[in-house]
């Protein structure tokens, strides 16, 4: 039901944005200014943030048109003699695209600071590619910002054709989920700290077993460590001590562990002689060259398959 009433609540406020922007732009501009400026900032965030993916992520670029044509439309169809704000009203509008400016920013921008990066091969095969959950720490990434320092880890699903991560908007059939069971590659030269893959996958969107029962590679180079979880049950073909080389293949995306769908969870860390790797600086992380953010769609290079 979560699911759900994030994506009600994305399409109620995208509503909202298209009427304001509409409405504010075909009254005289001096007059209702303020309410234009709230109505844009309302769309853009809803833009960046909006749960569109759980029906389809070209529902995003349809509104964003939508929302275009409000403005251009209004402003052809102006009307003279409507009521101008009244102060309160414009107290309210410039407080409210205060803040969602502020959010719109944030977004971009995160709020931690130039974090150091590191760079990898994108781990999967050639398809687009969704960042369901990432960014730079707070506000974008909210729910891996507590978890063992990882404010830069990513959750990966994988977009149907028609922009759908899977045949519904929350089946509990592991087959219908796009990235279930696509192969990972190493996205780099190491060794292979920790494999492990005997945990089952979890049948949507029951996550009981918790995160020790997670199926996961764990990478480590000579100076960071890259972990690879939720994969699929009996999946994992590399074991503890193996020398891989990048592209080599590790197993396939499953749904074991902390998960309520299918994905790739991946975070890095900076390695420091004596720590534990999760308790190492935490590295955001380029793939072939370029960072991603929230809800941003990942087209990835064809990767180059590796002999054991």
């Not at 960014?135 to 149907?160: C, E, Q, W």
């Not at 949507?204 to 990478?219: A, C, E, F, L």
Request: net charge positive.
């Amino acid at each position: 039901m979560f699911i759900y009433a994030l994506l009600l609540l994305t399409f109620t406020l995208a509503l909202f944005s298209v009427f304001f922007t509409y409405t504010a732009a075909a009254a005289l501009f001096r007059h209702n200014w303020s309410r234009l400026l709230a109505g844009l900032s309302l769309g853009v965030f809803i833009y960046l943030y909006g749960t569109w993916v759980y029906l389809t992520i070209e529902a995003k670029y349809g509104f964003g048109i939508c929302l275009l044509l409000a403005l251009i439309i209004g402003a052809l169809r102006r009307k003279k003699g409507q009521r101008a704000s009244k102060n309160w009203q414009m107290v309210f509008n410039l407080f409210f695209t205060a803040i969602l400016t502020l959010l719109s920013v944030l977004y971009f921008t995160g709020t931690t600071g130039k974090p150091e990066t590191i760079e990898l091969a994108f781990p999967m095969k050639t398809g687009r590619y969704f960042v369901l959950q990432g960014g730079k720490g707070l506000p974008t990434n909210l729910f891996h910002f507590s978890l063992r320092g990882a404010i830069y880890a990513m959750d990966i699903v994988k977009l149907k054709p028609d922009g759908r991560r899977a045949n519904q908007i929350f089946s509990r059939k592991l087959a219908d989920y796009e990235i279930f069971g696509d192969t990972l590659y190493s996205p780099c030269d190491g060794r292979v700290l920790k494999a492990y893959g005997d945990n089952p996958d979890n049948i949507p969107p029951d996550m009981s077993r918790g995160p020790n029962n997670t199926n996961q590679v764990i990478i480590e180079t000579s100076n960071s460590y890259i972990f690879l979880g939720h994969m699929k049950e009996g999946s994992v073909i590399v074991h503890d001590g193996d020398v891989i080389k990048k592209g080599q293949p590790l197993g396939c995306v499953g749904n074991s562990g902390f998960s309520t769908e299918p994905h790739l969870h991946i975070q890095a860390h900076k390695k420091i002689p004596g720590q534990p790797w999760y308790q190492g600086p935490p590295l955001y992380i380029h793939f072939n060259g370029k960072g991603y953010l929230l809800y941003e769609v990942i087209r990835p290079k064809r990767v180059t398959m590796v002999k054991k």
